[in-house]
Each structure stands twice: as structure tokens, then as C-alpha cells.
């Protein structure tokens, strides 16, 4: 699912209505990507072939980065979780964890 953060909430895109985030900061994967750690875990969803369809690809990338700015050193079972209920029908998840446990050492 595509998500974006509104204020400090990561929210469904599709359960947002615009009007409603008037005067509130939004954080979409536009935003994300040009930010370190967003950059840094795009990169890490390559390198780690994370990536196959590209559908969960930036609600994934959206709600790591999320998940990391608050847990920075999470453990890889706290990342498992930290994903929970946002679906990949390709990847299986484990090469989607590697990405991400790579971005939070700053392998990538
Ligand atoms: Fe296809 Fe995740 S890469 S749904």
C-alpha cells in the first residue's frame, strides 16, 4: 500500500483526502527519496534486489524510513515488525528486510 506521513502519522495515501492536510506537514516518497536515509534505502532496495514489481516499492521505502528515523538501531526482528501489514506479492520480505537492515548500518 502506497503510504505518506501527515505530521508524524504514517498514513494510507488512498485513505487521505487532501483537503485535510491543509496547514499540516506531508512527507510523500518525492519527499522521502530526497532526504539521506531515503536515498540511502532506495538504494539499498536495489542493491539487495528488493525491488521486482516496484508496487510495495515506495510505501515500503516510505514506512522504513518512518520505522529507522525512530529506531535507528533496530534489530532485524524490530524491522520485521516495524513493516508489518504493508504487503509485497514478490519479494517473500527477506530481501525487503536486507534492504533495510543495510540502510540502518550504512552499508549502502
Ligand atoms: Fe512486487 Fe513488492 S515488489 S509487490
Redesign the pocket.
Known sequence: RNLCEVGQKLIGSCLQFAVDCEGRPLRTIEGVSREPLGAKLEQAFVDCGA???????PGMVVQARHFLDAHPNATRDEIKRGIEGNL????GYVKIVDAIEAAARGDR
Open positions: 525491488v521486482q514489481c516496484g508496487f510495495c516499492t509485497c506479492r514478490c519479494t
